[in-house]
Each structure stands twice: as structure tokens, then as C-alpha cells.
């Protein structure tokens, strides 16, 4: 179970903050790749998904989530160090989860990819990252979407960090 995380913040806004988690989200997919799957979550606490207006965010503050042990191994890793050491970011002490916390699923949106590949323009109206595949280099969207449930869900997450087979995270 997720029982500490982190907080990674933008200090230029939500714009560059994207930008910014991408970077922090292709680390975590470089360290855990081997393994298919990784015992680091994400979520974003204050994303915001507008299907009527020209504004989607992911907020300005990224969580990162996992025993305190996985936690310190991914904040030594060098790439994520050197990325954590710009002035445009603050990171947070690794903290316990809230005991009133209640639990997400952050899941990639595939059905917006499916929109996105019919031509449909979808970038505006979904929150979505910009990353680059290890295997082919090709740039892709990742489309994330969060959803709440009632219990926790324990598990691993995908390279990515988002829910793999129900696997939850803390919200609060």
C-alpha cells in the first residue's frame, strides 16, 4: 500500500508544470521499465478536465506515492535529482498519507487517444502529456484521466505510474 509520497510543485503554473511531470513521468518509465511494472504511483491532486471550454491542467502540483524505501531510491536517482534541482520546482519531504485520505484510480485515457487518431481534436478539452517512447522514439499524448473509488485498491502501477489491474492512490 501507498503509505508516503511526495510532492513535486511548478512554481511558473500549470503550463509549465505539464511540461515539467512529463519529464518526472519519463524517468519513473526509464527506472521501471525492465520490470513492466512499478510500485511508484502518481496522481494530481488539483487536474482539472473543462469538455466545454479551451482549459484542461493538470494543476500545479504532481504526487508521487509508494513505501518511504521506493520513494528514496527514485529521489536519488541522478535524471530525476538534476530535474528536481530547477528553480521552477519545490519538492516536499517524503510525508505520510493522511489516514482520511480517500483513494483514485489515475488511468490512461485511451479513449481519447482513440478520438485523437480519428483526427478529433481532442488536446484541448483532456489532460495530456507529451513523452517520447524508449522502444521507437516516436512522441506520443498520454491522456490521463483520474476516478474515484470507494475502497483502496493495493498493487503495482504501470512504468507510467498510473493504476495497473484497480491499483489506487491517495486523495486528499
Known sequence: MSSYYFEIKSNEG????SILFAKVVSILHAVTKVDGQSPIGINFPFMQEHKNENVTSFGETMRVFG???DL???LRNASLSALLEEPDLTVSKIQEVPDDAAFVQTLRDRTVERR???KIKVERYFPYMKLKSLSNKKKFSLFIKTKTVQ???PGYFSTYGLSKDGSTT???
Not at 500549470?14 to 508544470?17: R, Y
Open 170 to 172: 491517495p486523495y486528499f
Open 14 to 17: 500549470s503550463k509549465v508544470a
Open 116 to 118: 485523437k487518431k480519428l
Open 67 to 69: 513505501t518511504k524505501g
Open 72 to 74: 528514496l531510491v527514485f
Open 151 to 153: 475502497e483502496p485498491t
